[in-house]
């Protein structure tokens, strides 16, 4: 059954490096997605990607965030001067065909710990 | 604004006995309904969704869920727990027309004993 894939699974990192977040997405979706889930708080809305650019970010998403669709397969997101607040566990999604309800499938998630 | 609230933090329930998570959500606009469960250390898995038609849904592993639109809920029910139905379930909505994203609630924590 195909699954979206995310690298690493857990990643430190020391306050003001800049980390990059890998997905693999479902090959032959459309539509691409980072959300995020702080320790004990619900899951939130980063950013949507469709056909090469952001089509949706949250206020979380400031100048600090970036993503990317370097080649046809990886989706990244780049924090670029991690903050203690950035620790949280990332999840990656995609789907077919957004805005329709079509189902999101979510990667592992990455742990990120900012210390 | 959009939201989505989950009313129990926790449920505490015996094996065997049935179980309802509750859940209710604000929209102005028509919306897309979902039920996720994360179990631990793992990513989100939908167990179910509404999209249109019956309001009655079947989903994964014995779920189902019934949405109500007059009073804007989708609660998530399943019949006889297991212990290994323990995990986190999230409630969730999309906006109809928009790019896709979930809308989230806090999560209710399912917790099976034996």
């Known amino acids: 059954e195909p699954e979206v894939t995310q690298t690493p699974s857990h990643q430190v990192t020391q306050m003001g490096q800049e980390v990059i977040l890998r997905c693999v997405p479902i090959?032959?979706?459309?539509?691409f997605y980072w959300y995020r889930q702080i320790l004990g708080q619900k899951v939130e809305f980063l950013v949507s990607?469709?056909?090469?650019?952001?089509?949706?970010k949250s206020e979380i998403f400031d100048d600090q965030f970036s993503v990317e669709r370097p080649d046809g397969s990886n989706f990244t997101l780049k924090i670029r001067s991690t903050k203690l607040e950035d620790s949280a566990m990332y999840f990656c999604?995609?789907?077919?065909?957004?805005?329709?309800?079509?189902?999101?499938?979510f990667g592992q998630g990455t742990r990120l710990t900012v210390v | 604004a959009q939201s989505v609230t989950q009313l129990d933090s926790q449920v505490p329930v015996f094996e065997e006995a049935p179980v309802e998570l509750r859940c209710n959500y604000s929209?102005?606009?028509?919306?897309?309904l979902f039920w996720y469960v994360q179990y631990p250390n793992q990513g989100l898995q939908l167990l179910l969704k509404?999209?249109?038609?019956?309001?009655l849904v079947k989903g994964i592993n014995g779920f189902e869920a019934e949405f109500n639109k007059s009073q804007t809920s989708f609660h998530l029910r399943k019949p006889s727990v297991h212990i290994s139905d323990t995990a986190e379930y999230f409630c969730?909505?999309?906006?109809?027309?928009?790019?896709?994203?979930?809308?989230f609630g806090q999560g209710t924590t399912l917790q099976v004993k034996p």
């Open positions: 999604a995609s789907s077919g065909v957004g805005g329709r309800g079509t189902e999101a499938f």
């Open positions: 090959s032959n979706h459309l539509y």
């Open positions: 990607f469709y056909n090469n650019e952001i089509s949706e």
């Open positions: 929209s102005s606009v028509s919306v897309y």
């Open positions: 509404y999209l249109s038609g019956s309001t």
């Open positions: 969730a909505v999309i906006i109809s027309g928009n790019t896709g994203k979930l809308i």
